[in-house]
T-cell receptor, first 117, second 116 residues
């Protein structure tokens, strides 16, 4: 069974500082990994995803994440935070579906990113 | 581009009342989902439909029913609303990414439901 742990329900940074949001997963097979972002009063939208290939994945708005199999981690980073990055961030994991099977991701509990001027 | 559209956006119900949340997607996706979001709990899957004509329970199905009306539409019904069902509900859809795998899920904007 797959599971996702996001360390820290809230992360606070100053504008211009490094953003680091942590995600660890458990999965019996090499998983698909995702980060979604939710801005206030909106639905979630995909930030980036890892499926196969290069372990460093680049997403929208300058975010990137690195898949580290040995650490079962998929931490999200951004070199310099902007005020507009303030949002809720969700890590998600999915085992590759069986042929023709359903794709059901498991979401973490979310991390709220607070950006101070 | 409409994407995933869900209605209503806000609703207040009295305990015991019933209601249906409507959802439609225009991306020709096979799979559709209903999630609820509660503070500190993240997103929890209520029901999903892998394809037209099929539905399956998720993590928290009790108190809910669903109907996959056609490929576009997937509704969620609360037969007898309870205060514990006060939440934000998200409909979503996805399809197999045949190029790289790892389906992206597309979410609606949410429906805020309060049961008093």
């Amino acid at each position: 069974a797959q599971s996702v742990t996001q360390l820290g329900s809230h992360v606070s940074v100053s504008e211009g500082a490094l953003v680091l949001l942590r995600c660890n997963y458990s999965s019996s097979v090499p998983p698909y990994l995702f980060w979604y972002v939710q801005y206030p009063n909106q639905g979630l939208q995909l930030l980036l995803k890892y499926t196969t290939g290069a372990t460093l994945v680049k997403g929208i708005n300058g975010f990137e994440a690195e898949f580290k199999k040995s650490e079962t981690s998929f931490h999200l980073t951004k070199p310099s935070a902007h005020m507009s990055d303030a949002a809720e961030y969700f890590c998600a994991v999915s085992d590759p579906p069986h042929r023709g099977g359903s794709y059901i991701p498991t979401f973490g509990r979310g991390t709220s990113l607070i950006v101070h001027p | 581009n409409a994407g995933v559209t869900q209605t209503p956006k806000f609703q207040v119900l009295k305990t015991g009342q019933s209601m249906t949340l409507q959802c439609a997607q225009d991306m020709n996706h096979n799979s559709m989902y209903w999630y609820r979001q509660d503070p500190g709990m993240g997103l929890r899957l209520i029901y999903y439909s892998a394809s037209e004509g099929t539905t399956d329970k998720g993590e928290v199905p009790n108190g809910y029913n669903v109907s996959r009306l056609n490929k576009r539409e997937f509704s969620l019904r609360l037969e007898s609303a309870a205060p514990s069902q006060t939440s934000v509900y998200f409909c979503a859809s996805s399809d197999r990414d045949t190029t790289r795998g790892g389906n992206t899920i597309y979410f609606g904007e949410g429906s805020w439901l309060t049961v008093v």
